[in-house]
């Protein structure tokens, strides 16, 4: 396994502004109904933060999307028993996995997003992923960056996105 994604859920460590967020995979987490705390989250999701038309914001939209989402690998981030971000790998008509990540507005700018990266793709790659591809908006330079950092390149440019992949 690449050194880079080498740490698969469980993983538990503090984050950047001192909260204990623990990475686990969906099924695994701390509460008897994960679905609904991921339909929390994104009930709570600031509408400003959507990216590319996604998370939905109405409640039945939500949870039609979990069910596309929850049909691949998934890995949630728990503060206690709130869930604060969810990424997730959801293969594609290729074969190959479409990568998309969410954290709550609250927790963004604090190490989640970059411990929740390198947790999915390693369980990813233990469940037999090899190519991952994602698309992030041009101006989103932090993400931008961060996909960069965990060797993504860009493939594609699509107008206002980029798609950019990596293979595990």
């Not at 939905?56 to 939209?61: F, G, H, I, L, T």
Request: aromatic share 8%; charged share 25%.
């Amino acid at each position: 396994m690449s050194p880079r994604f080498e740490r698969e859920p469980p993983v538990d460590f503090e984050d950047d502004h001192g909260r204990e967020i623990s990475l686990q995979a969906f099924g695994d987490g701390p509460v008897d109904d994960e679905r609904e705390a991921l339909v929390d989250l994104y009930l709570e999701f600031d509408p400003s933060q959507r990216s590319l038309g996604i998370p939905p914001v109405r409640e039945s939209k939500i949870r039609e999307w979990q069910n596309v989402l929850l049909d691949g690998y998934c890995v949630v981030a728990w503060h206690g028993e709130r869930a604060v971000g969810q990424a997730v790998l959801v293969e594609d008509k290729h074969g190959n996995h479409e990568l998309a990540i969410f954290i709550h507005q609250d927790y963004h700018h604090a190490g989640i997003g970059t411990q929740l990266m390198k947790a999915l793709l390693a369980y990813g790659k233990r469940q037999g992923v090899d190519d991952v591809w994602l698309l992030v908006e041009q101006e989103n330079r932090p993400a931008k960056q961060l996909y960069d950092d965990l060797g993504f390149t860009v493939t594609e440019e699509q107008g206002h996105a980029v798609m950019m992949a990596t293979s595990l």
